[in-house]
């Protein structure tokens, strides 16, 4: 792979560890120990049983906890603490040659795990605020299915995926931004008919 490769392969998986950090750890782990691809020294780790083991039943937990309104918002508050240093690492990690995780890498990895967290939870804690489930579903459902999608495009084309993670990103916040203004205008609404 070439510089240019490598660095969008970081940037990629530091994107969706800030939606989905411990399916994309259990993800590059799995994908190192199969032999899918050869991982730079510093993200060996990810292939230890532990560490697989731990990432995967954690998957799991979020996957369930995501499902449930109120519970996913709380869910989000307290992944921040495992979203941003997750990607942070895993940038990091891919970047470095000589397993030496360098300062920049941190701060880029992190920086992209903390836009697509904050994406992700304003997203849903918008969402929370319907009163009913089914769009907590799909927008769950659509999380899932774009991380799974997008780690498995990361290692064969990580330009694409780097791209459609950015253009997810760029389209979430575009709705985002009309779903808040739209919450701001019927707000003022609902103010002055009283």
């Not at 990361?154 to 694409?160: G, R, T």
Request: glycine share 12%; net charge negative.
């Amino acid at each position: 792979m070439t510089e240019a490769h490598i660095f969008a392969l970081g940037l990629a998986l530091a994107c969706l560890a800030g939606v989905r950090a411990y399916f994309t750890v259990f993800g590059v782990g799995l994908a190192g120990l199969m032999g899918w691809v050869d991982l730079p020294a510093a993200l060996e780790v990810t292939t230890s049983p532990w560490v697989m083991g731990t990432a995967g039943a954690l998957a799991i937990v979020e996957f369930a906890a995501d499902k449930i309104p109120g519970v996913d918002s709380g869910w989000d508050l307290l992944q921040t603490l495992a979203r941003i240093p997750a990607g942070a690492f895993l940038a990091a990690a891919t970047l470095s040659d000589d397993g030496q995780l360098a300062t920049s890498a941190l701060v880029l990895g992190g920086g992209a795990a903390l836009g697509t967290h904050l994406l992700k939870s304003g997203t849903r804690a918008l969402i929370n605020a319907s009163p009913e489930p089914v769009s907590n579903w799909a927008a769950s459902a659509g999380e899932d299915t774009a991380a799974f999608g997008a780690l498995a495009l990361v290692f064969s084309y990580p330009w694409l995926s780097l791209a459609v993670l950015l253009g997810v990103l760029l389209a979430g916040a575009l709705f985002v931004a009309w779903l808040a203004r739209w919450a701001w205008r019927l707000s003022g609404r609902t103010a002055a008919d009283r």
